[in-house]
């Protein structure tokens, strides 16, 4: 059943996702646009409920969530966060089922030292949302050192969870500190197109 429904939701996530990109990704503030943003990890959501993996579907559906907050008004923003931030959570939770043994490495190391750094480069830009984006970052910190703990065959898990952080760096240039408007532009279209490839990796490398 989940094969046999694998390639058209692949087809129907890509579709609603290239809609959003190329007609809304910029957009103003609207139900249509909201719509759209959510349209694609929405349709992940429901594929993987049909491969019983619960778990993952609600990961996907939180991140659906978060995607809809986040395309509305800014005094939306921290709920979307917390969305994202509980997704994360379930990511590593999974992540941790699979994981033979824990240990720590260059690579966890490399991702703390970029966490602490960029986190502090954040911190004096962010104003009221200093916390919640603190927060956001030591568990997308936790979520790529687990990813980089699993066993061979596992490459998509890795690449979808960097692919994450990834597009979370660039959203929060984008929000925080570019003020140009064709800057921002270019930023919002990478963060759209690095995300999406995100979930894509982890429904993959999960199912």
Do not use: C
Request: aromatic share 12%; net charge neutral; proline share 4%.
């Amino acid at each position: 059943m989940s094969e046999t429904l694998l390639l058209p939701a692949a087809i129907a996530a890509l579709i609603s996702a290239t809609i959003y990109g190329l007609r809304f990704l910029n957009a103003e503030i609207s139900p249509s646009r909201s719509f759209w943003k959510t349209l694609p990890v929405a349709i992940m959501a429901i594929f993987v409920i049909t491969t019983g993996s619960w778990l993952l579907a609600l990961a996907l559906a939180l991140s659906a969530i978060g995607d809809y907050f986040l395309s509305r008004e800014e005094d939306k923003f921290t709920v979307g966060l917390v969305s994202f931030l509980t997704a994360h959570l379930l990511y590593i939770w999974l992540f941790w089922q699979i994981i033979p043994t824990v240990s720590l490495g260059w690579g966890q190391a490399a991702m703390a030292a970029y966490a602490l750094i960029y986190g502090t480069y954040l911190w004096p830009r962010v104003g009221e949302y200093r916390l919640p984006v603190l927060a956001y970052i030591f568990v997308i910190t936790i979520m790529v050192s687990a990813a980089a703990m699993l066993p061979a065959g596992h490459t998509l898990i890795l690449l979808g969870s960097l692919s994450f952080a990834i597009s979370d760096s660039v959203l929060a240039l984008e929000m925080f500190v570019i003020t140009n408007p064709k800057t921002k532009i270019t930023l919002s279209r990478i963060v759209w197109i690095t995300y999406v490839a995100a979930q894509a990796l982890l429904v993959l490398g999960l199912t």
